[in-house]
């Protein structure tokens, strides 16, 4: 069994709607004794030395989250949730009327500030990303542990090749990413929709002409490396953003493009960890199949526990 220690924390955005998958696939069960998806990230990230979990989720489904995840977990297991929802904004705003569309993954990170005191790594709670990326990210915080603390100078990101993340029943949207010949993140931008078509993978933007991809682009998916010093500079991003386009129906405050911003501003420097680990999503339901495919075979192989928790 994955045992806890004094190590970063491990934060996992759960509050997502769903909407394209057809309802809460954070308790959708993708394992063959029953696990939902993020518990095999929780056991992954705790053998790699994290000592700590929380969830971000709405207050709505907290009754759910804890009789159908939380009380799965190992009593060792440290684990929290804080709250996402539309009124949890700075003083000054207020949710528009007809607003019922969440504020984004940067609003998300930011209902932390208070929770965290230490280094930790955010994650989604909808996507595998395998024991590698864990153990990388820890091996950033332990080899480094003052610039990883000390605040947004030095952040970090793990990053996946574009081709091994799609999806074949719909377009996705990734964080694209440019790097230097050192491996640091020189800007990241979300890109939605990215989509198969044919032999190729497109991305069309609104209004432009369509782009054509390889598939060897990094691309992010929200597994980051941060210490509690970025709240500061995220959180002035994000009351720019309610400023300017808090007011859209739609609109969302999405972390790549508020850390994009911040290496921009010479806020944040950001390091891509580069890791051999397996990734896969369920972005629509019908990924599910594929997904709990994919689980079985290393359940069979050896790499993790059916039971998952003994």
Known sequence: ????????????MAAGMGSRYGGLKQLDPVGPSGEVMLEYSVFDALRAGFGRVVFIIRRDFEKDFRDGVLARFPRECRADVVFQGLEDLPPGFSVPEGRKKPWGTSHAVLRLEGAVDGPFCVINADD?????????????FFSSPSGATAGPAR?????????????????VARGHCVTDSRGRLMSIEEWNPIVREGDGIVYRPGGAAPVALTGEEIVSMNFWAFGPGLFGPLGRLFHEFLRGRGGEAGSECLLPNCVGEMIRRGDAEVSVLDCDS??????????KPAVQASIRRLVEGGAYPSPLWG
């Not at 990326?133 to 091996?139: D, G, R």
């Not at 793990?158 to 719909?170: A, D, Q």
């Open 155 to 171: 952040l970090a990101m793990v990053g996946y090749r574009l081709r091994n993340t799609l999806s074949e029943h719909g377009g």
């Open 278 to 287: 397996p990734w896969f999503g369920v972005t629509y339901r019908e990924d």
């Open 128 to 140: 595998f990303y395998g024991r590698a990326s864990f153990e990388t990210a820890a091996k950033f």
């Open 1 to 12: 069994m994955a045992k806890a220690s004094q190590g970063p924390t491990l934060a996992v």
